[in-house]
């Protein structure tokens, strides 16, 4: 018999090196199985019933008897029990974008290069789509339709702006539609990108006609702000604020109570990071404007010296600050898109999350709201009943809304058990998704800087040596010796 440490042993190779170890566990005594039996179950059945070859190995490994023949045949091989699973692949892209009509009919498409391997559903590796940014809205209304209410946390796509509408729809600037568009198109990516990387969503067949239908899609009708679908949110959202003074949760659940916690320390400190990354973008963009006033204002006071030496000095002086403006300049571009730009995008995966939780407190005020209904029907009915001296009509309509509501009640319960569980497994997989983007993050972010310190040193070692000679030869020869 194993000992009680190795039964209750949490880890499935300590239990089965255990057994494998014990040559009595599966000793002569064994009965022999007919192999001949209908009646055999086939995880017991000998594939190998000739003793008289001992190299012989079972064709499959259906029980320990097996895994314990072929492990001691084959000491250097493993055995293939399953095959592997095949790799996933899914990456989305979003590098090209249009501007199509004119005036107030104009709007911008985005084209998605779509790769994929590994996936149900997915006929080709490779695809390729125009959308709109209705669209997107629109797949996200559907996204949430269904998943939301199963405690899926979905990532949110970049709000209607108004200033982007004015740039796309009355600007005929080319370079304001540009500069709107490949903002948008960073966020788009994003926000397919984090569609497909859920287990759950991945193989939705809206995604999937999203990603693959060469096609304009129908038109959206929620996105529209005064749509249908907007005027029932706004009512949702009361809803909820009532539901919410009605029925106060309080937190039984001790996980959920420090989770909520957690999470809500967290948004507070991602958002004063983003203050600060904001800051640093535009002091980054302001030095480099700096930079380019002052390359300029050298520029001319080079150009009106008399002295030859003195103006190739400050030429050479100008080209070091260009650079070193331009320099700056495409950093606070990097920082703006690879971090200030993906800390927001955390923040608003946490109020996807904090969505999840306001969700379960919903299903949980539906379930208390059901008991005091029933509460109410069982109350009605014993009043009916002693009035009436028995039965009646009534009465039994009313028993039947009982049973109905009886069966609700355990419906409701049942589903907040599933959502408060799914709700933990989104947590667990957000916290180890974010340890591993904001490790990436971070990395990025210093290597840009690196990078860009980098090519500041080198031009001012290519450059930044003739400025000092030049000018200590000027400034010596015009007012005296200063020393070297």
């Known amino acids: 018999m194993l000992s009680e440490e190795e039964v209750h042993s949490n880890s499935y190779a300590d239990r089965t090196g255990a057994v494998i170890d014990r040559q009595t566990f599966f000793g002569d005594d064994c009965d022999e199985i007919n192999l001949g039996n209908e009646d055999t179950p086939p995880s017991k059945l000998r594939l190998n019933t000739s003793t008289g070859t001992e190299n012989t190995s079972p064709a499959v490994i259906n029980s320990i008897e097996d895994h314990d023949q072929y492990h001691d045949n ?32 104009a709007y911008i498409v985005y084209k998605l290069q779509t790769e994929v391997s590994g996936v149900v559903g997915y006929a080709k590796t490779y695809y390729e789509t125009w959308r709109r940014f209705s669209d997107f809205l629109g797949l996200h209304g559907k996204i949430v339709e269904k998943y939301l209410s199963k405690g899926i946390v979905i990532p949110q796509p970049p709000e209607k702006s108004i200033s982007a509408l004015t740039k796309t729809k009355t600007n005929s600037d080319p370079a304001m539609s540009r500069e709107v568009g490949i903002q948008r198109a960073r966020h788009l ?15 939705d067949c809206d995604l999937r006609d999203f990603l693959t239908i060469d096609s304009d899609l129908p038109k959206a009708v929620q996105t529209a702000a005064l749509s249908s679908f907007g005027v029932k949110k706004i009512f949702k959202n009361f809803q909820v604020v009532f539901s919410k003074m009605a029925f106060h ?44 006033q002052l390359g300029k204002a050298l520029s001319m006071l080079a150009a009106c010296e008399e002295s030859t030496s003195l103006s190739r000095a400050l030429s050479a002086l100008t080209d070091v600050t260009e650079s070193v403006s331009n320099a700056w300049g495409k950093q606070a571009e990097i920082d703006n898109a690879k971090f200030s730009e993906a800390i927001y995008e955390y923040i608003m995966l946490i109020s996807a999350l904090k969505d999840v939780f306001g969700e379960r407190v919903r299903a949980w005020q539906q379930w208390q709201d059901a008991q005091q209904t029933l509460s109410r029907k069982r109350d009605q009915k014993t009043k009916i009943d002693l009035a009436a001296g028995g039965r009646n009509e009534k ?14 009640i355990d419906q409701l319960e049942q589903h907040f058990g599933e ?15 974010r340890k591993t983007d904001m490790k990436k993050i971070l990395i990025d972010y210093m290597e840009s800087m690196i990078h860009t310190h980098t090519e500041v040193i080198k031009t001012s070692l290519a450059r930044g040596v003739s400025v000092k000679l030049f000018t200590q030869y000027e400034i010596s020869s015009q007012v005296g010796h200063f020393g070297p």
């Not at 990516?189 to 193989?203: A, F, I, K």
């Not at 959502?419 to 998704?433: G, H, M, P």
């Open 249 to 292: 949760m309080e937190e039984g659940d001790r996980w959920f109570e420090q989770v909520q916690s957690q999470i809500d320390e967290l948004d507070e400190a991602l958002r004063k990071l983003y203050t600060v990354t904001e800051s640093l973008v535009a002091s980054r963009r302001e030095m480099a404007t700096s930079g380019e």
């Open 189 to 203: 990516e994003r926000y397919v990108s984090r569609l497909v990387q859920h287990p759950r969503m991945r193989n």
């Open 419 to 433: 959502l408060s569980k799914a709700i933990r497994e989104e947590v667990a997989r957000f916290d180890t998704d």
């Open 395 to 408: 009465s039994d309509q009313l028993k039947a809304e009982i049973e109905e509501t009886v069966l609700r």
């Open 74 to 105: 084959h000491n250097d091989h493993y055995a293939q029990i399953s095959p592997e699973p095949v790799p996933i692949k899914f990456n989305i892209i979003i590098r090209e974008f249009e501007k199509r009509g004119d005036g107030m009919n």
